[in-house]
């Protein structure tokens, strides 16, 4: 069998056989691509790699059990997206508004709190202004009335799906910009308590 010019539901079906080579030519196919896709989300190579290889792993754990009948490459970039999207939410810091924060935690501050807040503050709403206004709108409905996916999904007239792309293109850019907007103090202050 001629490896490299075998069509990848040929391969998966000998991986299935357990055939190790057909498994390493689908891994050679599809780790760069999933690599790039996922380096869109996660600016971290290392974890982005990382991400991909568990990926590709448990595929090769699972053949027995995944039934995949016409398209891998489906099947691969669907389960990495979610991958990815499951990792992006387990980063997300909880939602807490500065003001609850001064509210709940008003004695043992430094005498620059205040200011940091500040700052925090701003930083978070200029990066949030720096948002398309659906992924915005996504967002706030998120994180400041803590709606879950499916209700802004009901509310927005959108899909889950589409919700979930959102939020992962919303937190990504959050991050981004950011740090662009405030100094590494205000940012470790900004995810340590948001």
């Known amino acids: 069998m001629d490896y490299k010019q075998a069509a990848d539901i040929e391969l998966w079906h000998r991986c299935q056989q357990d055939d190790m080579r057909a498994y390493n030519e689908l891994f050679n196919r599809y780790f760069p691509r999933m690599l790039h896709l996922t380096c869109r989300y ?4 290392m974890k982005a790699e990382e991400l991909c290889m568990d990926q590709l792993y448990r595929l090769w754990i699972k ?9 891998l490459s489906g099947y691969l970039f669907r ?17 807490a ?3 609850e924060l001064k509210e ?4 043992g501050r430094s005498a ?3 200011l940091l807040s500040e700052e925090a503050d ?3 709403r200029n990066a949030l202004g720096e948002l398309s206004p659906q992924r915005r709108r996504v967002f706030i409905l998120s994180r400041e009335e803590n709606l879950t996916y499916a209700e802004i999904a009901q509310r927005m007239d959108l899909s889950v799906n589409t919700v979930e792309n959102y939020m992962v293109a919303a937190l990504g850019s959050l991050r981004k910009n950011i740090r662009e907007y405030a100094p590494s103090s205000v940012v ?3 995810f340590i308590f948001c």
């Open 42 to 45: 996660i600016a971290d190579t």
């Open 122 to 124: 701003e930083a978070y």
């Open 97 to 99: 508004g500065l003001d």
């Open 104 to 107: 709940k935690h008003p004695l």
């Open 188 to 190: 470790i202050l900004l």
């Open 112 to 114: 620059d709190y205040g």
């Open 79 to 95: 389960s990495i997206r979610n991958l990815v999207t499951s990792h992006l939410r387990e980063r997300v810091p909880v939602s």
């Open 63 to 71: 053949r027995h059990e995944i039934a995949i009948t016409h398209n």
